[in-house]
């Protein structure tokens, strides 16, 4: 039985990029929820953090997870990454037709990919970068690995150096496949 896919973790961990190359190797449609998010509120996430504040972005946010799962044919969901802070996410992640892959990495490794980025709010105060990952981390991976199928640590791939995000995205994919042929049986 196919389920949706949805990739969760914080940012720099990969979710888009993994999740664009894990949809081919599906043969799934991709979803990006941040993406979709935007495209129905009609703003960008930067925008309603600043004006209408995290509380209603979440709010957004879970109403938007809540339709892509509704979808009728599976796909793969790059997931955002604070989609687990809420409780009733966290339920509609462990749902039977959703396989959640849990993208870890160091908070120092993200911090080197994010470094600089404009489009992250939680990135815009006067906290380093390597501190807000920290901290971000220890709060959101207990619950990432709370509704996580899978789990996969992102930096082995990018220190092998060759196509990282293609041999990442090959790995996630075969342990999809066995996951899911795991829970049809």
Known sequence: MARHVVLVGLMGSGKTTVGHRLAARLDRHFVDADAALEEIADRTIAEIFEQDGEAAFRDL?????????????????????????????????MRRDVTVV???????????????RTHRPLLHGEEPAGAVLSRLHAQRAPLYAEVADITVDVEPFHERGDEPRRSLADRVAVLVLAHEAEVAV
């Open 61 to 93: 946010e879970a109403d938007t997870f809540e339709e892509l799962l509704e979808h009728h044919e599976p796909c793969v969901i790059a997931g955002g990454g604070g989609l687990v802070l809420r409780s009733d996410n966290r339920v509609r992640l």
């Open 102 to 116: 849990f993208l870890d990495a160091s908070p120092r490794f993200l911090a080197s990919r994010v470094e600089g």
